[in-house]
């Protein structure tokens, strides 16, 4: 009959838990990094877009006559560019974007990571009367 208890006692001290500077810090990290994520994730799926779209382009330019110049879009101007040049830029695209691509992976799973630490520590001490998941 004791161990029918048990539950019912640890959910009353995750409640009555009291929240030390620690704590309050540990949460406001867990949320600046929770927005963070939120914010690279973003710029994540943005980067994959132009990575497929500078795809399409490649293989446009590759169905293009050799001999007919492209107009190449920098920044607000279009400049003609040959066929080869502009492949080569697009080349370049692609590969700058593949490293952006990839800086950002590997950022959001080292902040997930420390997120992940963090919810330990919280879910420790609070248990159910902290939420901690995204809704």
């Given at each position: ?71 190449y879009q920098i920044g607000d101007a279009f400049i003609q560019f040959p066929v080869e040049k502009a492949q080569e830029r697009v080349e370049k695209a692609k590969d700058d974007t593949d490293e952006h691509v990839n800086e950002l992976d590997t ?29």
């Amino acid at each position: 009959m004791s161990s029918g208890r048990f539950p019912l006692l640890q959910r009353e001290e995750e409640r009555n838990a009291e929240v030390t500077w620690e704590d309050q810090e540990r949460i406001n990290q867990f949320s600046k990094l929770n927005s963070r994520v939120d914010n690279l994730e973003e710029k994540y799926k943005k980067q994959k877009e132009e990575k497929e779209f500078l795809d399409d382009l490649a293989m446009e330019l590759e169905l293009v006559d050799e001999d007919e110049p492209v107009f190449y879009q920098i920044g607000d101007a279009f400049i003609q560019f040959p066929v080869e040049k502009a492949q080569e830029r697009v080349e370049k695209a692609k590969d700058d974007t593949d490293e952006h691509v990839n800086e950002l992976d590997t950022q959001i799973t080292s902040i997930q990571s420390e997120m992940e630490e963090l919810k330990k520590k919280l879910y420790g001490k609070f248990g159910q009367a902290i939420n901690l998941e995204k809704s």
